[in-house]
């Protein structure tokens, strides 16, 4: 069945640190990757989405992710965080039998001023 | 140019009440989704909808029940509220084709007591 894997369920940092948030995902089929945010009360908003090409994509407010197919991973990057990038993040792959997104169960990131 | 609005935003109700929570969607898209998102377990597939009349039940459908007469309408009802139906609840929808990218609702948040 498909799957998708985020390690860290919550991660602490300092404003100015480096980010990666790792996820892997488990499908057979031509991959559709996704990262979505949720900031504090919001809804999910797509930070960045993988189809084809260039295996490193570059997102809106400065985020980046690198998909690697040997190893079915897909980590989300940002060099400096800031305080406003405290939110939930979760990775997504297409393959659900229903067209639907599969979903990891989140990392919620804390940046601390 | 609203997107997908979904009512009410918050609601709290007793367990054996029926329940609707609205989805209204204004591009058009033939699929609709309907997702729960509980601590830990990230999002998961209540019911998703190909096209106006086209239902049917993904991952944690059991105790609602969709309609799609409309293509932009998707409301989700609950039969009989239970207190494990404590959840926050999010609408998408995507275009037909291969890129799967889903464009989410702003959420509503019920609660069973």
């Known amino acids: 069945a498909q799957s998708v894997s985020q390690h860290n369920h919550h991660v602490i940092l300092s404003e100015a640190a480096s980010l990666e948030l790792g996820c892997n995902y488990s499908?057979?089929?031509?991959?559709?990757l996704f990262w979505y945010v949720q900031y504090p009360g919001q809804h999910l908003q797509l930070l960045l989405k993988?189809?084809?090409?260039?295996?490193l994509v570059k997102g809106i407010k400065g985020f980046e992710a690198e998909f690697i197919k040997s190893k079915f991973s897909f980590n989300l990057r940002k060099p400096s965080v800031q305080w406003s990038d405290t939110a939930e993040y979760f990775c997504?792959?297409?393959?659900?039998?229903?067209?639907?997104?599969?979903f990891g169960k989140g990392t919620k990131l804390s940046v601390k001023p | 140019d609203a997107g997908i609005t979904q009512s009410p935003r918050y609601k709290i109700t007793e367990t054996g009440r029926q329940v609707t929570l609205m989805c209204h969607q204004t591009?058009?898209?033939?699929?609709m989704f309907w997702y729960r998102q509980d601590l830990g377990h990230g999002l998961r597939l209540i019911y998703y909808?190909?096209?106006?009349?086209?239902?049917d039940k993904g991952e944690v459908s059991d105790g609602y029940v969709v309609s799609r007469s409309k293509t932009e309408n998707f409301p989700l009802t609950l039969e009989s509220a239970t207190r494990s139906q404590t959840s926050v609840y999010f609408c998408?929808?995507?275009?037909?084709?291969?890129?799967?990218?889903?464009?989410f609702g702003p959420g509503t948040r019920l609660t069973v007591l």
């Open positions: 998408a929808s995507r275009t037909t084709g291969g890129l799967h990218e889903q464009f």
């Open positions: 499908y057979g089929g031509t991959v559709n």
């Open positions: 993988y189809f084809s090409g260039d295996p």
């Open positions: 997504a792959v297409n393959g659900g039998s229903q067209g639907n997104l599969i």
């Open positions: 591009w058009s898209h033939s699929y």
């Open positions: 909808s190909a096209a106006a009349d086209i239902t």
